[in-house]
Structures are given as structure tokens and as C-alpha cells.
């Protein structure tokens, strides 16, 4: 809570708000290589309950690759 005081963020508003798709968040600027837009293609999915395929079998491109050394999941 001492965090949230001092940076100005009033954690309420993001536990009770519903944010819109595009919200800049916070979090926003740490990167784990995965995508925004895969995360809420991934969101979609599983609000319909709809399985994304085995990325073993192919690729989805969602950014992972890209830190991790030679930019390859199987490599
Ligand atoms: S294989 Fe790697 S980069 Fe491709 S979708 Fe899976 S985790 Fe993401």
C-alpha cells in the first residue's frame, strides 16, 4: 500500500473499474515478450471457451521468441 501511496495509484480504481481494451496500464511497460494483442486474442478465446492450438505443433507468433536466445522456442 506504501507503494501504491507513493507512486499516486489508487489500487480501488483498478480493482473496481472495468478498463477498456486500449487503457495504457501501469504494467504496460514490462516486457515479457509476449504481445498485448496475443494476451487479448487469448482473452477472447477464453471467454468463448475456445481452445488456441498446441504452439508445440505452430507457432502463433505471440512475441515469447524474442527473449529468448536465437529468438526460437525449440531452439
Ligand atoms: S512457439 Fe513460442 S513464440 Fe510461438 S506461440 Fe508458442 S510460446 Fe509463442
Known amino acids: 500500500m506504501q507503494a501504491f501511496?507513493?507512486?499516486?495509484?489508487?489500487?480501488a480504481f483498478y480493482a473496481n473499474t472495468e478498463?477498456?481494451?486500449d487503457a495504457v496500464l501501469p504494467w504496460?511497460?514490462?516486457d515479457v515478450g509476449v504481445r498485448k494483442a496475443h494476451l487479448l486474442h487469448e482473452r477472447e478465446m477464453a471467454y468463448?471457451?475456445?481452445?488456441?492450438?498446441?504452439c508445440r505443433?505452430?507457432?502463433a507468433a505471440?512475441?515469447?521468441?524474442?527473449?529468448?536466445?536465437?529468438g526460437r522456442?525449440?531452439?
Open 62 to 70: 505471440c512475441g515469447a521468441a524474442k527473449l529468448l536466445k536465437g
Open 73 to 75: 522456442c525449440d531452439g
Open 48 to 54: 468463448a471457451s475456445a481452445l488456441s492450438p498446441d
Open 28 to 30: 504496460d511497460h514490462i
Open 5 to 11: 501511496a507513493s507512486c499516486g495509484v489508487d489500487p
Open 19 to 21: 478498463i477498456p481494451l
Open 57 to 59: 505443433h505452430q507457432c
